[in-house]
């Protein structure tokens, strides 16, 4: 099955900063998820993007499909930013990456 | 419904006892999975339903697990037999098609004491 890479394992970050997490994954797919789950374990959708780029606010996601990879970027971080953030992707059963915890401090 | 909908929220049992979980996926949905995670874990895959057959079990960690969906709607997670060991949060997800954008339930946070 597909492999999912994810780093880096963890991430603190003062109020205020930018940050950009990563996603590598072994196969060539056709979707790919970015996910944030909050401390009471909901695991909210942030972008469904197989390729190209969006953005939402202060985060936004470029997937490069042809090189295998994802990144997050989240900028002027805020508290609730903390979290999990994991990225998923497959052919038909979702893979979830080992994810990043992020730890944003006041 | 709206989202992805998981019952009992949480269910606690004795070791030894038989449990279902439920999960109401979002109208229209074909593809629905189940995952499960334990304490600082990320998501373990159990089985995926593209209507009502499992399009792949090759998660379920035994033949205690055990999951339905009859009416390519509603899917029903059984578990024989608990063990302390299954003790976890219980995802569901579902999907218009398989590897579509998925959205996740609430989860159902089973204890077995």
């Known amino acids: 099955g597909i492999q999912v890479e994810q780093s880096p394992p963890d991430l603190i970050l003062q109020e205020g900063a930018n940050s950009t997490l990563r996603c590598n994954f072994s196969?060539?797919?056709?979707?790919l998820q970015w996910f944030h789950q909050n401390p009471w374990g909901q695991l909210i959708n942030l972008f469904y993007?197989?390729?190209g780029t969006k953005q939402n606010g202060r985060l936004s996601a470029t997937t490069v499909a042809t090189e295998r990879y994802s990144l997050l970027y989240i900028s002027s971080s805020q508290t609730t930013d903390s979290g999990v953030y994991f990225c998923?992707?497959?052919?038909?059963?979702?893979?979830f990456g080992s994810g990043t915890r992020l730890q944003v401090q006041p | 419904g709206a989202g992805v909908s998981q019952t009992p929220s949480n269910k606690v049992t004795e070791k030894g006892k038989y449990v279902e979980l439920r999960c109401d996926p979002i109208?229209?949905?074909?593809?629905l999975y189940w995952y499960r995670q334990s304490l600082g874990q990320g998501p373990e895959f159990l089985i995926y339903?593209?209507?009502?057959?499992?399009?792949?079990d090759s998660g379920l960690p035994n033949d205690r697990f055990f999951a339905v969906r009859p009416e390519g709607s509603v899917s029903t997670l059984k578990i024989q037999r608990t063990e302390r060991g299954d003790s976890a949060v219980y995802l569901c997800?579902?999907?218009?098609?398989?590897?579509?954008?998925?959205?996740f339930g609430q989860g159902t946070r089973l204890t077995v004491v």
């Open positions: 998923v992707t497959g052919r038909r059963a979702l893979t």
């Open positions: 993007i197989p390729s």
């Open positions: 109208s229209g949905h074909t593809a």
């Open positions: 196969d060539s797919v056709n979707n």
């Open positions: 997800a579902s999907s218009w098609t398989g590897a579509t954008e998925a959205f």
């Open positions: 339903f593209q209507g009502t057959g499992a399009a792949d």
